[in-house]
């Protein structure tokens, strides 16, 4: 296709006829050919018709397949899918320009890739990503139960599965709360998977994939509250009912089934809705279970909200590798943090500046911090003697862009504008009450103020 003449001709015109004349060509080359023309035909190319399902084949009338040339695919891999990769769902191939296709962008709404290479490559493929996107291919439970448990039967040779990087909602989570796995892998080595709850995590580790030595788990729930008794179906599992999740509990339902195990990453957090048990244990007790722990380091706070009638545990392998860290408390105990980007405070007593501070230090990468605590500080410095105030350690923040006060206490807006305590490097989204900002700042006219409040930019609840 002339390129310079079509263009010329086709802009004469509607839309709606060169639509008409489009659908009769095929797709890949009008892509190929049309895309970057000008604007009128950029819109028209990019219409779901033609991005949806790509065949970057040549299919001749004799039956033969061939793959398309060179040049051609150098410019879908380095301009044209580029920009319509939320578009596509569906991709025909030859299965030497897979790598180069499939590594050129990203494909968020891919759901498929030519049956016959799968069925004819399966038992050379090893690793394999699983990526839902936002597809309603996959929006139930028993779908995804179904998936997973087919990408296990086909690929015989998988030894490394991630299954669902993508975390979108709770219908794309693994689960087996209904029905008991009929799923089995004698060759898988790593997994990566979204659980629902820790009973499900139990299911998968009964032996079902006895190679398994590296296992990474994303769990929505963890109900310590219910008893849980799977002899018939567990033989491998004791009923076991605790305030908390810890050591013993890893040890006994999970670790002591890998035996291949050479590394055990986690991060869990135990909510127990229950504060009248006579027996409630401290951190020291939970860090008691992980003393002959011998894979990594392990963090553990403990937390009793008498206010809120409950309690939470959270234990981690350390070094902490994921982006965000929920719920820290006054009991935080530090360290250093690199990959953490998220954070949110929470605690029914108050956060003093000192404890602002040493989160600046443990979170270097901070951007987003949420704060969610209605007592006001008890040990306000802002209003005491100007030589207290020179020796107080200014909190700095390098990297932070959203600020979330809209469950705070008004001394922590003071916290977060006075310049004698905070520093702010960037400029930062504030979430919060409007009211309590013109209370701290004195309507805007609070000299120790302006230097902070010149970098919000505001949203206000």
């Known amino acids: ?46 219409d779901r018709i033609f991005t949806r399902v790509l065949t970057l084949l040549k299919c001749y009338s004799d039956d033969r397949i061939d793959s398309v040339s060179y040049r051609m695919l150098n410019r879908f891999c380095s301009e044209i899918l580029p920009q319509i990769h939320n578009k596509i769902q569906w991709l025909n191939l030859d299965i ?8 050129s962008t990203y494909y968020p709404n891919l759901i498929g890739l030519e049956e ?16 839902f996107g936002a597809s309603p291919i996959v929006d139930t439970t028993e779908k995804i139960r179904l998936l997973f448990k087919r990408m296990c039967d086909t690929f ?63 769990l929505r729930f963890i109900f310590t509250r219910r008893k849980i008794n799977n002899k018939e179906k567990l033989p491998k599992l004791r009923c076991f009912s605790k305030t908390f999740i810890d050591g013993d509990d890893l040890k006994t339902n999970i670790i002591d089934y890998l ?9 869990i957090r135990s909510i127990n809705y229950d504060l009248n048990q006579t027996s409630l244990p401290s951190n020291e007790d939970i860090q008691q ?67 602002f501070f040493q989160i600046a230090q443990s979170f270097p990468l901070l951007k987003k911090l949420k704060v969610s605590n209605r007592q006001a500080q008890k040990n306000k410095q802002c209003n005491k003697s ?50 309590l900002l013109e209370k701290v700042t004195h309507n805007f006219e609070r000299h120790s103020t302006r230097i902070n409040c010149s970098k919000l930019i505001y949203f206000f609840d």
């Open 386 to 435: 100007t030589n207290v105030n020179k020796n107080l350690s200014i909190t700095e923040y390098h990297h932070l862009t959203q600020l979330g006060l809209e469950e705070a206490h008004e001394d922590y807006f003071e916290e977060f504008l006075l310049d004698t305590k905070t520093h702010l490097s960037n400029r930062v989204y504030l979430i919060g009450d409007y009211r």
């Open 289 to 355: 279970t992980f003393k002959d722990f011998k894979y990594n380091q392990v963090i553990s706070c403990v937390d009793y909200f008498e206010k809120w009638k409950y309690s939470q545990c959270l234990i981690f392998s350390y070094p902490y590798k994921w982006k965000y860290y929920n719920d820290i408390t006054n009991t935080f105990p530090g360290g250093l943090f690199k990959c953490v980007q998220t954070v949110s405070l929470l605690d029914d007593r108050p956060f003093e500046h000192e404890f």
């Open 1 to 46: 296709m002339n390129v310079e003449y079509a263009s010329i001709q086709l802009t004469d015109l509607p839309d709606e006829i060169l639509m008409i004349i489009f659908k009769k060509l095929d797709g890949v080359e009008i892509l190929y050919s049309l895309l970057g023309v000008n604007k009128q035909l950029n819109k028209i190319v990019h």
């Open 259 to 267: 035996l291949q195990l050479n590394t055990f990453t986690f991060n």
């Open 116 to 131: 016959t290479l799968i069925l004819r490559y399966k038992n050379q493929i090893s690793s394999l990503i699983i990526g």
């Open 96 to 103: 030497s320009y897979m790598r180069c296709i499939l590594r």
């Open 156 to 218: 015989t040779n998988l030894q490394y599965l991630n299954f669902g990087p993508y975390l979108l909602n709770c219908s794309q989570q693994l689960s087996y709360a209904l029905c008991p796995p009929t799923v089995f892998s004698s060759t898988l080595l790593e997994l990566h998977v979204n659980l629902q709850d820790y009973i499900d995590c139990i299911y998968l580790l009964d032996r079902r994939f006895n190679q398994l030595h590296t296992l990474y788990v994303y």
